[in-house]
């Protein structure tokens, strides 16, 4: 198993600002992902973070919109830009379990934003 | 393009009734299919996953390739099990951490 820890743990944020998340693993892992859960939706995927190479984004989401950092093997930032209200959502951050390719997710808590 | 649909938002049953949240799929591949949970004030966490064909809590879910289905099945509900329940699927391949969520069924268990 793994423990992830994320902050904030929730924020009120203005229009046209940008946050940037934090995703702390308890171990080392190749792949971070992070998904968003918008209000009353299910959860997105929005990209995978690599340590030592750029991160991979699902359709729909932009390295402009959402930049990713991954320094190590157990950190993680993702930057929400320019946020508009459309971009209240719960952001998860999850590492699989075992070697990969298990399907088995360990979460964080979530970072819940609200955008004014 | 794979989906999850889970057609139930909210259901509610009473202590010891027999529960059933449905999950049906779309994928042209061989899928593997997930049931995830969160319980109140926690985070969401795997519950079992279709090749694992194990019972975990008393639920058990049978992946139907015909209906394209994969509903989550408990004979007697208990109070504790009211969560919010996901179907997850993964892709064949190198899927690795990429899953698609249906939206999501609340479960309430009644005294």
């Known amino acids: 198993s793994a423990v992830i820890s994320q902050k904030p743990s929730r924020d009120i944020c203005q229009r046209g600002t940008s946050l940037t998340i934090q995703c702390q693993v308890d171990?080392?892992?190749?792949?971070m992902f992070w998904y968003r859960q918008q209000p009353g939706q299910s959860l997105t995927l929005i990209a995978t973070a690599n340590q030592g190479s750029e991160a991979t984004y699902e359709s729909g989401f932009v390295i402009d919109k959402f930049p990713i950092s991954r320094p190590n093997l157990t950190f993680s930032t993702l930057t929400v830009s320019n946020m508009s209200p459309e971009d209240s959502s719960i952001y998860l951050c999850s590492v699989e379990g075992g070697s990969g390719g298990t399907g088995e997710l360990f979460f964080g808590e979530g970072s819940r934003l609200t955008v004014l | 393009a794979q989906r999850v649909t889970q057609p139930e938002k909210l259901l509610s049953v009473f202590k010891g009734a027999p529960v059933e949240l449905k999950c049906n799929y779309s994928?042209?591949?061989?899928?593997?299919l997930f049931w995830y949970v969160q319980y109140s004030r926690q985070r969401l966490q795997l519950l079992l996953r279709?090749?694992s064909r194990e019972s975990i809590k008393g639920f058990t879910a049978d992946l139907n390739k015909g209906e394209t289905s994969f509903h989550l099945k408990k004979p007697f509900a208990q109070e504790e099990d009211s969560a919010m329940y996901y179907c997850?699927?993964?892709?064949?391949?190198?899927?690795?951490?990429?899953?698609?969520f249906g939206q999501g069924t609340i479960l309430t268990v009644h005294p």
């Open positions: 279709h090749i």
């Open positions: 171990s080392q892992v190749t792949m």
């Open positions: 997850a699927l993964m892709a064949g391949g190198t899927s690795y951490g990429k899953l698609t």
């Open positions: 994928y042209s591949g061989s899928p593997e």
